[in-house]
Structure formats: C-alpha cells, structure tokens
C-alpha cells in the first residue's frame, strides 16, 4: 500500500509539473493565445482589404464600361472640364493684413 501511494504522489508532482510548464512556458498556453489574438487581427483585416479590392474591382469594370465614369473622374480627380462646358473659379475676397 505504501509504493502505490509513493506512485500517485510522483505522477501528481509531475502533472503538476507538466501543468506549470503548460502555462508558465513561453511556448505554452500564453503563446498560444496570442497567435490566435494575430490571427483575429489578421482575419479582420483581410476582410477589410477585401472590401476595399471589391470596390475597386467595380471602379475599375465602371472605368473600362462606362463613358460617364470616365469623364466624371476626369473632372474630380484631374479638373477637366467638357468641351460645351463652362468652367467658373470662385475666388474669395482677400482680408486685410491687420485683421
């Protein structure tokens, strides 16, 4: 009865033992948990990326398909104005130095 006691003994300290490292380790369950905190960051910001290149993907089909799309990028993005069109540049008054 005494060298079955000794044995569950030993087999608790070892666990115990294993358990620590488990836990303590810097490949243990710390590590663990924050790669799986990476992944989730990285998974969100996949998606992210993937809403913006959807996007885009549809600029670009409007871009190829699409006259109006053309001219009115032309006209935001570069400032050119149609050939029927006429352009106006409202300048606002200049303030005196002292004010």
Do not use: C
């Not at 666990?15 to 948990?33: M, S, Y």
């Not at 998974?43 to 996007?55: I, V």
């Not at 799309?69 to 606002?92: C, H, K, N, S």
């Amino acid at each position: 009865m005494g060298s079955s006691r000794w044995i569950s003994l030993a087999l608790a300290i070892v666990g115990i033992a294993l358990q620590g490292e488990l836990w303590l380790a810097d490949d243990g369950f710390r590590k663990t948990r924050e790669l799986r905190r990476a992944v989730d960051e990285q998974q969100l910001q996949n998606e992210e990326l993937r809403a913006r290149n959807s996007a885009l993907d549809a600029e670009v089909l409007n871009l190829k398909h699409g006259r109006e799309a053309a001219e009115e990028r032309a006209r935001t993005d570069l400032g050119m104005i149609g050939a029927d069109e006429t352009f106006y540049q409202v300048v606002p008054p200049e303030r005196p130095v002292g004010d």
